[in-house]
């Protein structure tokens, strides 16, 4: 089976395309080899809105919850032992790609319990638990990036483990993030860990920055505000990526990384672009992936926009690279506009966490029912 041209040449111009979706239904059925095969998808990410979603579609589970109500597990467990088996299984489908690709590949993310994300102590303990339950070196576990996430993210680094960090919205908080992991290899270098096996993305999202400006424009309404629509995200990512290279990639900051990747075999935190389905009909349904390319990215796609891509995406060359001071014009535009940055990212945290808590908590309720239905 080839691959398809369009995301071949994604691919190539060094974006990681990444399914942002996982079931079991979609690796029983060879769905998930399928893609890797023709979609160039080289990595899945997860969130309990998308196990939450899994698990109340069909009857793939239904079997394994009447062996856990027959042993008595309660909801919780239940539910670690379901996802940690989808995600085992799924490091497994991924396992080729990850050999070849020298460990930057074939990833696949669980995270934490969302109403830890507060926690920085159980947070830990529960990544720590996650890692030794899946067992494969190509998994990530998933950590906010809220201020109590950040200690929890060295912690984490620097017990070896690799971590993709999420729900990042604000360059400020992608900065401290960046610092987190770095503290946290030199934590693993002087516990003796292999520096060179510990990799760690940092999931930076997009379309809900737009969601969010977009209505705060449409409020002020002026013709100034209303020509910044659909601008933000972009503009947002494209100063990440300069942070980015500021840290990583030969920017004046570069030289704690440089130290870590010549004396311990480091690597870099590649940015993630995380919520790049579009939600507002009015903009192309590419234009996160074609307006974000550049090297050493990943973009975690849902399959709408992965297929959408593969039917008519576009490259125009690299599009974030020395895009930092035109993205930063798009900044200082919208706070003349009106727009309160800091608090548009208070706000974009504290509604991702709830989102996530949410989808948790309805994962719980409908667990619950099952085991009681089959006790």
């Not at 830990?124 to 950590?143: G, H, T």
């Not at 737009?210 to 209505?215: A, F």
């Not at 307006?291 to 593969?310: D, H, M």
Request: proline fraction near 3%; aromatic fraction near 6%.
């Amino acid at each position: 089976m080839a691959q398809n041209e369009n995301l071949a040449a994604l691919s190539a111009a060094g974006v990681s395309v990444w399914l942002d979706d996982l079931s079991r239904d979609r690796i029983r059925s060879g769905n998930l080899a399928d893609l890797i095969a023709t979609r160039s998808v080289v990595g899945v990410t997860t969130n309990p809105t998308i196990f939450q979603g899994a698990l109340s579609k069909g009857d793939a589970y239904d079997e394994q919850v009447k062996e856990l109500a027959a042993r008595g597990a309660d909801v919780d467990s239940a539910i670690r032992t379901i996802t940690t088996d989808d995600v085992r299984a799924a490091c497994d489908v991924f396992a080729p790609t990850f050999e070849a690709s020298g460990g930057v590949d074939g990833r696949v993310s669980i995270e934490v319990d969302p109403r830890l994300a507060f926690d920085t102590d159980q947070t830990v303990a529960q990544a720590i638990e996650l890692w030794k339950i899946v067992d494969r070196p190509n998994l990530l576990i998933k950590i906010p990036a809220t201020e109590p996430g950040l200690p929890a993210i060295t912690k984490v680094i620097g017990e070896g483990i690799s971590v993709n960090v999420t729900l990042i919205f604000s360059v400020q908080r992608y900065i401290s993030v960046m610092g987190a992991y770095l503290d946290g290899l030199r934590n693993a270098k002087i516990a003796g860990h292999d520096l060179a096996k510990i990799h760690s993305v940092a999931s930076f999202f997009v379309s809900r920055v737009d969601s969010e400006i977009d209505k705060r424009l449409e409020t002020i309404g002026t013709p100034e505000a209303l020509a910044l629509r659909g601008k933000a995200g972009i503009a947002n990512a494209r100063l990440a990526y300069a942070a980015y290279q500021d840290v990583f990639d030969g920017g004046k900051h570069t030289s704690t990384f440089a130290h870590l990747a010549a004396s311990g075999g480091a690597n870099v935190q590649r940015p993630l672009w995380a919520s790049t389905g579009v939600k507002n009909p009015d903009y192309p349904d590419t234009m996160y992936i074609t307006e974000l390319v550049g090297p050493s990215t990943v973009n975690t796609l849902p399959e709408k926009t992965l297929q959408a891509f593969a039917d008519h995406g576009a490259l125009d060359g690299d599009a974030v690279s020395g895009k930092g001071a035109q993205a930063q014009e798009i900044f200082d535009q919208l706070t003349a506009a009106g727009i309160d940055l800091a608090d548009v990212f208070d706000v974009l945290e504290r509604e991702g966490v709830d989102k996530f808590e949410k989808s948790w908590e309805e994962l719980l309720t409908a667990t619950t029912a099952e085991l009681d239905g089959n006790r």
